[in-house]
């Protein structure tokens, strides 16, 4: 599993769908939240992320949308320094 840089935190909850066992579900990613995404685009639809977050083992899809609104980008320490951002890519 890669993860991109920086780690987002849920500022409101966000609507995801879950695709375990072939089966599509809703769930709610809970304010608070610290959300890793695991890819930028998804069957070529710029528009869909897949993600995970802390407490949660399986892949959520959301819209990238979502995440650009109500999510805030972590600063995270690296060998080269400080990474920062403003909003998820």
């Given at each position: 599993m890669m993860f991109t840089k920086n780690p987002v935190r849920v500022a409101a909850a966000i609507l995801g769908i879950s695709?375990?066992?072939?089966?599509?579900?809703?769930?709610?990613?809970?304010?608070?939240?610290i959300v890793h995404v695991l890819s930028y685009q998804k069957a070529n639809n710029k528009r869909l992320r897949d993600v995970i977050w802390d407490g949660h083992r399986e892949a959520i899809t959301v819209f990238k949308e979502d995440l650009d609104n109500r999510g805030t980008l972590l600063r995270v320490r690296t060998r080269t320094g400080l990474n920062t951002g403003s909003t998820p890519r």
């Amino acid at each position: 599993m890669m993860f991109t840089k920086n780690p987002v935190r849920v500022a409101a909850a966000i609507l995801g769908i879950s695709s375990l066992d072939g089966k599509q579900s809703p769930i709610m990613i809970p304010k608070g939240a610290i959300v890793h995404v695991l890819s930028y685009q998804k069957a070529n639809n710029k528009r869909l992320r897949d993600v995970i977050w802390d407490g949660h083992r399986e892949a959520i899809t959301v819209f990238k949308e979502d995440l650009d609104n109500r999510g805030t980008l972590l600063r995270v320490r690296t060998r080269t320094g400080l990474n920062t951002g403003s909003t998820p890519r």
